[in-house]
């Protein structure tokens, strides 16, 4: 079978100099991802989730133990029914918190991560609101400890939105946590009677300043966290994941295509030859080479299919909602543009091996991922330069 050459711009064995858009789009990314869940990845984003959720255990831990330290304190300084209302919402919420914990040992989603904030920012704000009542009553008592006890209590919204900082946050996210806290201090301080006094106003501006300061703290945890894990799972010569993130990647996919009955396929592909590249051009010129195939292969791709380095001159490429025929069919029509050239210009083949989760009956993800190696292998020693999958 004669190839066709490509022409000079599809001849990607050299990558030169990066343009504009390549050097600004990754920092264009992180922005997308510091703004918004939805402009991760989805491996970064259920990462995040993770370290979010246990954050959430951990800090409602915290509280739920501290909380009730307050009680013996309510019913000293300030006594009464007001007292006693305080120490009672006290232990409510220390009990509740207590749940959390438990309840917050879940899968890492973003729906469990909203349920995180609006439960543990949710229930201390809502505390603090339906208690204010009783700050104005308390604060006719005449004791002065008592009515700097109170000044604790306003102080309960500031210490929420300080906690923003401990939280790997995305910007979206800090500004509705933000927001609700500022709502919860004006409600506050408008049903205990103390809105208008100028004292208390001050709370309002210390507590912008404190929630700025929580977000950029928790905004700068969430960049050095995907910062690292896209170094941690991304393949440094070829810009894809690597096998240790393909791993998890293929698990995501796999369940989802479980859920939803869907076709689900994987393609294991070889670069033919490849060792000879490495000893006739050395190890420098095949590093090019790999690059190339790795570009024209992404290309050949749907927006929604991935492409990892499985590792060498291996690549997997998973292809959610795809039957076996149509990944066979895009891998046949790249094999034949011929995608990347050797230095001296000699055409470089692959072989291919494609399974199904469906069609091959296949239990688990690694299952498949086997089966698309075996007949990688049986695409080798049936001459190379073919794919071959299963039964259609």
Not at 95 to 115: E, G, S
Not at 160 to 167: D, N
Not at 222 to 234: E, W
């Amino acid at each position: 079978m004669k190839s066709r050459k490509p022409s000079a711009p599809a001849d990607l064995w050299v990558r030169g100099a990066p343009t504009l858009r390549e050097a600004v789009a990754p920092s264009l990314k992180m922005w997308r991802a510091l703004l918004s869940a939805a402009g991760q990845d989805p491996l970064a984003r259920r990462y995040r989730a993770w370290v979010l959720l246990a954050r959430v255990r951990l800090w409602a831990l915290f509280w739920a133990f501290v909380v009730p330290l307050w009680i013996p304190l309510d019913l000293m300084l300030i006594g009464g029914t007001s007292g006693r209302h305080l120490a009672l919402g006290r232990a409510l919420l220390a009990l509740f918190l207590a749940t959390a914990v438990w309840l917050f040992r879940c899968v890492p989603t973003q729906r469990n991560v909203r349920w995180a904030y609006a439960l543990l920012f949710g229930m201390p704000l809502l505390f603090f609101v339906v208690l204010a009542p009783y700050f104005q009553t308390a604060v006719m008592r005449p004791s002065l400890s008592a009515r700097a006890y109170l000044d604790t209590y306003h102080m309960f919204p500031l210490l929420i939105s300080a906690s923003i900082g401990l939280l790997p946050v995305t910007l979206f996210e800090s500004a509705a946590l933000v927001s609700a806290c500022l709502l919860a201090s004006v409600a506050g301080l408008a049903a205990s009677g103390l809105l208008f006094d100028s004292s208390e106003l001050g709370w309002l501006w210390i507590l912008l300043v404190a929630s700025g300061i929580g977000t950029l703290a928790g905004v700068s945890q969430t960049a050095l966290m995907l910062q690292n894990f896209r170094d941690a799972a991304t393949d440094p010569l070829t810009g894809l994941p690597n096998r240790r993130a393909g791993v998890n990647l293929l698990a995501l996919q796999w369940e989802q295509a479980r859920r939803n009955h869907g076709p689900f396929s994987v393609a294991m592909i070889d670069l033919d030859g490849f060792k000879r590249v490495n000893d006739t051009h050395g190890h420098e010129a095949g590093d090019r080479v790999l690059v190339g195939f790795a570009v024209r292969l992404r290309e050949t791709l749907r927006a929604g299919d991935s492409l990892l380095r499985w590792g060498g001159e291996e690549f997997l490429a998973v292809l959610p909602g795809a039957e076996s025929h149509d990944a066979v069919r895009r891998l046949e029509k790249m094999l034949h543009e011929c995608p990347v050239l050797e230095p001296d210009g000699v055409p470089l083949t692959f072989s291919a091996g494609v399974a199904e989760r469906g069609t091959d009956a296949s239990s688990n993800p690694e299952a498949l991922v086997a089966l698309a190696d075996r007949r990688m292998y049986e695409a080798k020693a049936a001459g190379r330069a073919s794919v071959v999958a299963g039964p259609t």
